[in-house]
């Protein structure tokens, strides 16, 4: 079974607006998320990563909020730039899996100009 | 400084036929994915190999796939007797310690077709 759900499956946003992706995971044994950012014909690159040691993690346009009593975690960037079109792929470690990263299906994000 | 490497970039085969995937990991790390990523299915963990120990091949839809890592560097992952539904990208990462809690490295994937 899917691990970690993500939503939504596309997100069409203006340039300037704010994206937002959100992830639920069941397995409470997870602590580390991190979301990776994909463009066409290129593998995943790390984005922004949290433990769950806190509720918000912040880079530049991007924050993780983290919610560890609804297990859930999402993406936000701010000011949204064609240049962030991509596709988003949010993922879960933890517990006797180590080193394994369980993903959500991934969110296809278009910023229109 | 370079990246995950990956061979071939594409690969199209005949149901049936075997096939043999490269990857080549960032210098100096100890672990390495395996990954399969079909359309709107996400990344789908196959196998992970850390340092000297037995990899964790939990993710290896069937007993026709199969990995091997020599000399705790390259990789080539092995697909015996290809079928349509194997047809997918298939991603290479490393990472430079144990792997818990770190960045995950990805190479560019080799698209595989089973025709």
């Known amino acids: 079974q899917q691990q970690v759900k993500q939503s939504p499956q596309s997100l069409i946003v203006q340039k300037g607006g704010i994206s937002i992706i959100n992830c639920a995971y069941e397995?409470?044994?997870?602590?580390?998320f991190p979301w990776y950012q994909q463009f066409p014909g290129k593998g995943p690159a790390l984005l922004i990563a949290?433990?769950?040691?806190?509720s918000e993690k912040k880079e530049g346009r991007f924050t993780i909020s983290f919610n560890k009593s609804a297990k859930q975690f999402s993406l936000h960037i701010m000011d949204s730039q064609p240049g962030d079109s991509a596709t988003y792929f949010c993922?879960?470690?933890?517990?006797?899996?180590?080193?394994?990263?369980?993903f959500g299906r991934g969110t296809q994000l278009t910023v229109w100009p | 400084g370079a990246g995950v490497s990956q061979s071939p970039s594409n690969k199209v085969t005949e149901k049936g036929k075997d096939v043999e995937l490269r990857c080549d990991p960032i210098s100096g790390h100890t672990a390495l994915y395996w990954y399969r990523q079909s359309l709107g299915q996400g990344l789908e963990f196959l196998i992970y190999?850390?340092?000297?120990?037995?990899?964790?091949k939990s993710g290896l839809p069937s007993d026709r796939f199969s990995a091997e890592r020599t000399g705790g560097s390259v990789s080539t992952l092995t697909i015996q007797r290809t079928q349509q539904e194997d047809s997918a990208v298939y991603l290479c990462?490393?990472?430079?310690?144990?792997?818990?809690?770190?960045?995950?490295?990805f190479g560019p994937g080799t698209r595989l077709l089973v025709l």
């Open positions: 990462a490393s990472s430079l310690g144990q792997g818990y809690q770190e960045t995950q490295y």
């Open positions: 397995n409470t044994a997870f602590d580390y």
């Open positions: 993922a879960a470690m933890g517990g006797s899996t180590l080193g394994r990263l369980y």
């Open positions: 949290i433990r769950p040691d806190v």
């Open positions: 190999f850390q340092g000297n120990s037995a990899p964790d």
